[in-house]
């Protein structure tokens, strides 16, 4: 959501040609050309939107955070009641190698495969206005 948000936002704010062509009049009664009402509108838009978007980013990341300290804490109340649950929390980097080696494999796909999925709407957005103009 955030690239498409940077991407219409820019669009929108850093052109160089207007979309429409009439003149408005704003609150102060000062006449703006359509290219400076579309700017403004563009950062009144893409600014504050973004901010949020980063704000929610980082109330997530700290959520899991958390998640993830309150459960490193509490393994040791979990060693205590069972044998199996010390295979959760490794102790030699060989351990930890065969726990992460799977889910880092996962994610290394899912990284590769959003890099090539973000790639392709770039050129099939690029190849589209081209040919479409």
């Known amino acids: 959501m955030i690239v498409s948000n940077i991407f219409l936002g820019s669009l929108t704010t850093l052109k160089e040609v207007s979309l429409y062509g009439s003149e408005t009049i704003a609150a102060n009664g000062v006449r703006l050309r359509a290219l400076a009402d579309e700017t403004i509108g563009g950062y009144v838009i893409w600014v504050p939107s973004s901010m949020v978007l980063i704000v ?7 959520g899991w955070n958390a998640a993830e ?3 490193w804490t509490s393994r040791y109340d979990l060693v205590r009641k069972s044998n199996a649950a010390s295979l959760e929390f490794p ?4 351990e930890l190698r065969l726990k992460v080696e799977k889910p880092n ?3 290394g796909r ?11 709407v770039v050129m099939i957005t690029l190849v589209t206005i081209v040919y479409a103009l």
Not at 56 to 62: F, M
Not at 91 to 94: F, Y
Not at 110 to 120: I, Q
């Open 69 to 71: 300290e309150r459960r």
């Open 105 to 107: 494999r996962d994610m």
């Open 91 to 94: 102790e030699t980097a060989e």
């Open 56 to 62: 929610a980013i980082i109330l997530v990341l700290n």
């Open 110 to 120: 899912t990284l590769a495969l959003g890099a090539f999925a973000m790639f392709m």
